[in-house]
């Protein structure tokens, strides 16, 4: 699906839309508020979006949208084939990695990026980490509260303490599973216009899972090691260790090379490279649903020849790719084998 049009004109809109189909806040991590045109709670408007996916011969209904509360509010509101459903349920239907223009410098970027980055993937593939990620980030904010206050209950804390362990744990077997898969499905593709990433994952918790750790010695060597740091993490005003701190590492495989000191434009086919993969990963899942690649500005940094090579490795992978640009003749490779609207003033067009 190639959307084409100028600056502007609304393709990245669509691109986002689809994206709030996907556990989490979409593309640009926006509340239901900034979604919502009109300013606060009392003035916005309502929004929705709907999809209709398809799947084993079967068509699953999905929608997203905000909804008002009786107390006049707004809140964000999920529907599976016309019944209530959670995040999760809405992710296992319509399974999605999306590129944007700023991703481009991933790998030289802060690592809260790459982290955010990869847990997407990791939640692509296993839709149960967002609660373990959102369990784990209130058990922090509650532990550092109470840290704060230096005059604290000891029982809560450990408490909190344990339940951080237990998230934490989950995320990072989650994180380390979903990194094994995807270099398996790095190594397994030809070699060719995407160079091939070494991929790593630098973190407390996920070193002890990669070194054959259990789940059950992690979490109680992580709340333990909480115990232990209190008085850091009190002096420091937040915690210093754990699952928030981890970070994604990549290597240009064929140059040995560290992939923040690759040039713009290997950053950006190892980005696509690692996309590709991804999206094979998550075909050969058992039970997996359908596929989604969304990427806008899909032309920036590639020369004509990979260009045409992603459109080639694109049209033979199971499920949907989404890609956007300002001019049509950016997906000319694609001769009449993809379709293609253009996008106009707010309205779209076949083209």
């Known amino acids: 699906m190639c959307l084409h049009g100028p600056n502007g004109a609304g393709k990245t809109n669509i691109?986002?839309?689809?994206?709030?189909?996907?556990?989490?806040?979409?593309?640009?991590?926006?509340?239901?508020?900034?979604?919502?045109?009109?300013?606060?709670?009392?003035?916005?408007?309502?929004?929705?979006?709907?999809?209709?996916?398809?799947?084993?011969?079967?068509?699953?209904?999905?929608?997203?949208?905000?909804?008002?509360?009786?107390?006049?509010?707004?809140?964000?509101?999920?529907?599976?084939?016309?019944?209530?459903?959670?995040?999760?349920?809405l992710g296992d239907a319509a399974r999605m990695t999306w590129l944007t223009p700023a991703m481009d410098r991933l790998w030289s970027g802060p690592a809260g990026d790459r982290r955010r980055f990869f847990d997407r993937l990791t939640l692509a593939r296993a839709s149960a980490h967002g609660h373990a990620a959102a369990a784990y980030e209130r058990a922090m904010r509650e532990r550092q509260k109470l840290l704060s206050d230096r005059n604290f209950d000891d029982a809560w804390l450990t408490g909190l303490e344990r339940e951080m362990s237990a998230h934490g744990a989950a995320i990072a077997a989650a994180r380390v599973e979903t990194l094994a898969r995807l270099q398996q499905a790095i190594d397994a593709r030809p070699d060719g216009a995407f160079p091939k990433a070494i991929l790593a994952l630098e973190g407390l918790l996920e070193a002890r899972f990669e070194a054959g750790a259990n789940s059950a010695d992690v979490e109680e060597d992580f709340a333990e090691l909480l115990r232990d740091v209190r008085g850091r993490d009190a002096g420091a005003g937040r915690a210093l260790d754990g699952p928030h701190r981890s970070d994604l590492k990549a290597r240009h495989a064929g140059k040995n090379m560290?992939?923040?000191?690759?040039?713009?434009?290997?950053?950006?086919?190892?980005?696509?490279?690692?996309?590709?993969?991804?999206?094979?990963?998550?075909?050969?899942?058992?039970?997996?649903?359908?596929?989604?690649?969304?990427?806008?500005?899909?032309?920036?940094?590639?020369?004509?020849?990979?260009?045409?090579?992603?459109?080639?490795?694109?049209?033979?992978?199971?499920?949907?790719?989404?890609?956007?640009?300002?001019?049509?003749?950016?997906?000319?490779?694609?001769?009449g084998r993809a379709q293609s609207f253009e996008v106009r003033d707010g309205q779209v067009r076949g083209a």
């Open 15 to 89: 691109i986002e839309a689809l994206t709030m189909l996907a556990p989490g806040r979409g593309l640009r991590s926006a509340s239901v508020i900034e979604l919502a045109r009109g300013g606060g709670e009392d003035r916005a408007q309502l929004w929705a979006v709907a999809a209709r996916v398809a799947r084993d011969g079967d068509e699953i209904a999905l929608g997203i949208g905000a909804e008002r509360t009786p107390e006049g509010g707004i809140k964000r509101a999920m529907r599976r084939d016309g019944m209530a459903a959670t995040a999760s349920e």
């Open 258 to 335: 560290d992939a923040d000191q690759c040039s713009t434009g290997e950053q950006k086919a190892l980005l696509l490279g690692l996309t590709l993969a991804q999206a094979r990963a998550l075909a050969d899942d058992p039970g997996a649903g359908a596929s989604l690649i969304l990427i806008d500005e899909a032309a920036a940094h590639l020369d004509s020849v990979r260009r045409a090579a992603l459109f080639e490795e694109l049209l033979p992978n199971p499920g949907q790719a989404w890609l956007t640009g300002t001019d049509a003749n950016l997906f000319e490779a694609f001769g």
